[in-house]
């Protein structure tokens, strides 16, 4: 198990390059499946999350490769064992999104319930509510899904909202079952993140016809057969977030490569709003803070609102603030692992229900923290690069499910961080 320890504080400077997005490419490797074939992904993040949709795939039968150049090689010729089982999808709850596209090519599947999650409660009955409607029988037996489509899918008009708005995998369940389904379906109140656009754009090129992309309202005109196809994943902008609020807590330069300014307005928008300057670049933007940082008031919604998947990283930030914040979290109620870590940290926090009041401190103060999740993890690292001393974190390999060498990427650019196995 490694752990990092992070000496602080420290000024960032340089430029780091954006990978390619996780959470665009796992609904997206999902989506091969559809198509029998070799369909060839590049820019896919080399992730512990993707190793393990990759064996997820495998154990269906695909055979999933990594080319020399890196690109991700999935063959979904043969799905000769159309079982999620509970052993993988344990390890990562993404893995629900095989659902769609396995029942669409394969008229009945089972996949494993996922199970808990540090972030909070997590149901996924708006998914299978949505797949029902397709025409799916469903029930739920020893812990897995079973569904089945015998004569295949229905299109028809859905609405997936739910208690909390869009879902954003239960609309690439959804989306990619209703591509191989007969007629038309529809689907209101989609989720319009830029992952499920590239989802779209994804199947687009597989042979789909989908239309209203990137708006809440998805129009799918079932076909008879897809393809496989190349595609290349959108940039991630969570972790260009991350190395945005990594500049911003420093005081530091950042030059960001392969970062899409327009999937982020909203984070922008914040950080414009807290003091510090966030300026277009060939291919990017840079990110500088020189003065204080100002407190702000944060709400999570979904897309184009402010991501929860950016909210433990600006509360690390809001903490040095000069001033009061209040952060409300939306999407995942109890999503707050890291606020009793960054209080060991000095930070001065008081939780409300699904607000914490962030009450500006000088200085945050090292200490040895335990990462519970993987943003949570990822507000730790920025917490350590602005503390005083040498912080100690704790199960680094929830960081690795969403980051790839991150460690490295910041050493390269001013940090002092240190992996141990221990
Ligand atoms: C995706 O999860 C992301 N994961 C999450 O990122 C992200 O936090 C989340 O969307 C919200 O943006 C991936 O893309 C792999 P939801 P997902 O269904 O699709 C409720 C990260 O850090 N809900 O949009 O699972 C649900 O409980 C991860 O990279 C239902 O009630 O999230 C939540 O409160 C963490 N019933 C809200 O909707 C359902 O059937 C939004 O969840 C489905 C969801």
Redesign the pocket.
């Known amino acids: 198990m490694d752990i990092f320890h992070i000496e602080g504080p420290v000024r960032l400077s340089g430029s780091v390059t954006v990978n390619g997005s996780?959470?665009a490419s796992?609904p997206i490797m999902a989506a091969t499946i559809l198509a029998g074939g070799k369909s060839t992904l590049s820019a896919v993040p080399h992730l512990s999350d993707i190793s393990v949709c990759s064996q997820l795939l495998g154990e269906l039968g695909c055979k999933v490769t990594r080319g020399k150049n890196g690109d991700l090689c999935i063959d979904s010729t043969v799905i000769d064992n159309p079982v999620g089982d509970y052993e993988i999808v344990c390890r990562m709850?993404?893995s629900i999104c095989i659902l769609g596209p396995l029942l669409a090519r394969c008229g009945r599947v089972e996949v494993s319930m996922p199970g808990g999650c540090a972030?909070g409660?997590?149901?996924?009955?708006?998914?299978l509510r949505g797949l029902r409607e397709l025409g799916a029988k469903i029930s739920i037996k020893n812990g897995y899904i079973i569904a089945e489509a015998k004569n295949g899918l229905t299109g028809k008009e859905i609405f997936m909202g739910?208690?909390?708005g869009?879902?954003?995998?239960?609309t690439a369940n959804v989306l990619m079952a209703a591509t191989l389904a007969k007629g038309r379906t529809v689907i209101e109140s989609a989720?319009c993140?830029p992952?499920i656009a590239d989802l779209a754009n994804c199947l687009n090129k597989m042979g789909a016809k989908i239309t209203g992309i990137g708006s809440p309202r998805l129009i799918i005109e079932g076909v008879k057969q897809l393809h496989s196809a190349e595609y290349e994943v959108i940039p991630d902008r969570?972790e260009a977030g991350t190395f945005m609020v990594a500049a911003a807590i420093t005081a530091g330069q950042l030059q960001l490569h392969n970062c899409r300014l327009g999937d982020m307005m909203a984070v922008v928008d914040k950080l414009r709003s807290v003091g510090v300057t966030v300026e277009p670049a060939d291919n990017g933007c840079i990110v500088a803070r020189n003065g204080s940082i100002k407190p702000a008031d944060i709400t999570t919604q979904?897309y184009p609102g402010f991501?929860?998947?950016l909210q433990a990283q600006f509360m690390t930030l809001l903490s040095l603030a000069e001033g009061n914040s209040i952060i409300i979290e939306k999407?995942?109620p109890d999503r707050f692992m890291h606020v009793a870590e960054l209080a060991r940290m000095a930070a001065n926090l008081r939780k409300e229900g699904p607000t914490v009041i962030v009450a500006g401190v000088k200085n945050l103060i090292a200490a040895p923290v335990m990462a519970s999740d993987?943003?949570a993890s990822a507000a730790l690292v920025l917490a350590g690069l602005a503390a005083e001393g040498t912080t100690t974190i704790n199960r680094v390999y929830h960081i690795d499910r969403?980051y790839e060498r991150i460690e490295e990427k910041l050493n390269l650019v001013g940090a002092k961080i240190v992996r141990e196995s221990i």
Not at 166 to 170: A, I, N
């Open positions: 996780k959470n796992l709850r993404a972030i409660y997590r149901p996924i009955d708006i998914h739910g208690p909390f869009s879902t954003v995998l239960g989720a993140e992952e969570i979904p991501p929860t998947d999407i995942f993987l943003r969403g």
